[in-house]
């Protein structure tokens, strides 16, 4: 269990806009960015949001990033069969010197 | 073109050693952090290590403190993963990733390489 909670699962249909959350604390989220991360099935994760709300170079300006307070969100617009992946937040933990990563959600586009 | 490639996975028994290496290319390793994350089999995400650029600094999650060793060859452009005393709760797929600081996020990644522990 980790100290930065995202739901298990979302949906949504083609087309559609869809929210996944990331709570946290005011000793990580509170004082520290958050990343997105999103994971295609048997591939390795790739980076899609960083500094809360900051896209990658190719990464569509469907996905969106916020932050306020000790919560995070991932807001996808527009959605296609092809993002059904498992989405990841992170967070630095500076207590560790290293990220902590929420469960994850696993996005299915019906 | 950025690449991460991981080596050095398999079966190993519980108490044994395996040493991951992770070849990268396309992009100055050496002004680089670098980490390891990894996956238990349909678990989620977990970081393991990070190390600096000179190897001069290094973190560790908690339950790998004292077993697992992070180092980096920058002549190489070579990262490495120690791992001794291996548990069952170690099997996992390990990625290496290139870590940004200020602000801080794994930018890229490779395809990982399969440790299992078992007897």
């Known amino acids: 269990q980790s100290v930065v909670t995202q739901p298990p699962s979302a949906s949504g249909t083609p087309g559609q806009r869809v929210t996944i959350s990331c709570s946290g604390s005011s000793s990580n989220i509170g004082i520290q960015t958050v990343n997105w991360y999103q994971q295609l099935p048997g591939m390795a994760p790739k980076l899609l949001i960083y500094?809360?709300?900051q896209r990658p170079s190719g990464v569509p300006d469907r996905f969106s990033g916020s932050k306020s307070g000790t919560s995070a969100s991932l807001a996808i617009s527009g959605l296609l069969s092809e993002d059904e992946a498992e989405y990841y937040c992170?967070?630095?933990?500076?207590?560790?010197?290293?990220?902590?990563f929420g469960g994850g959600t696993n996005l299915a586009v019906l | 073109e950025v690449h991460l490639v991981e080596s050095g996975g398999g079966l190993v028994q519980p108490g044994g050693s395996l040493r991951l290496s992770c070849a990268v290319s396309?992009?100055?390793?050496?002004?680089?952090?670098m980490g390891w994350v990894r996956q238990a089999p349909g678990k989620g995400l977990e970081w393991v290590a990070n190390i600096n650029q000179d190897g001069s600094e290094k973190s560790y999650v908690d339950s790998v403190k004292g077993r697992f060793t992070i180092s980096r060859d920058n002549a190489q452009n070579s990262l490495y993963l120690q791992m001794h005393n291996l548990r069952a709760e170690d099997t996992a797929v390990y990625y290496c990733?290139?870590?940004?600081?200020?602000?801080?996020?794994?930018?890229?990644w490779g395809r990982g390489t399969l440790v299992i522990v078992s007897s």
């Open positions: 990733a290139s870590l940004r600081r200020g602000p801080w996020h794994f930018d890229f």
């Open positions: 396309g992009f100055t390793f050496s002004r680089s952090w």
């Open positions: 992170a967070v630095w933990d500076m207590s560790l010197n290293g990220p902590v």
């Open positions: 500094n809360n709300d």
